[in-house]
């Protein structure tokens, strides 16, 4: 009887561990996905944007840069370390 619950509990927990790494995978990859798609589609839609507004709006397009290069920033952070947690979860969980 001890057994099988043991068993049973370790089979939960193997499950469990499974569908973590699966998540953060998932979520790694989404997000990495979007961190591309920022790259490719901002950063020239931005250029097309400073260029437009001339020469004298230092202030607006260093505003809008900065702003495009944290949001970037944070979806690489979370698309690394969705990525690295999801390893992390597949080597504990011998997988």
Not at 17 to 39: K, P, Q, R, Y
Not at 62 to 69: A, G, I, T, V, Y
Request: some cysteine; proline content about 2%.
């Amino acid at each position: 009887m001890i057994e099988t619950s043991a068993s049973r509990l370790q089979l939960n927990m193997t499950s469990a561990l499974n569908a973590a790494e699966f998540a953060l995978s998932l979520i790694g990859t989404a997000a990495s996905c979007v961190f591309i798609l920022t790259m490719a589609i901002g950063v020239p839609a931005f250029l097309v944007y400073a260029a437009k507004t001339g020469p004298n709006s230092h202030r607006k397009v260093r505003r809008l840069n900065h702003r495009l290069f944290l949001f970037s920033l944070r979806i690489f952070y979370i698309a690394f370390f969705c990525i690295l947690l999801s390893k992390l979860l597949e080597a504990v969980s011998g997988g």
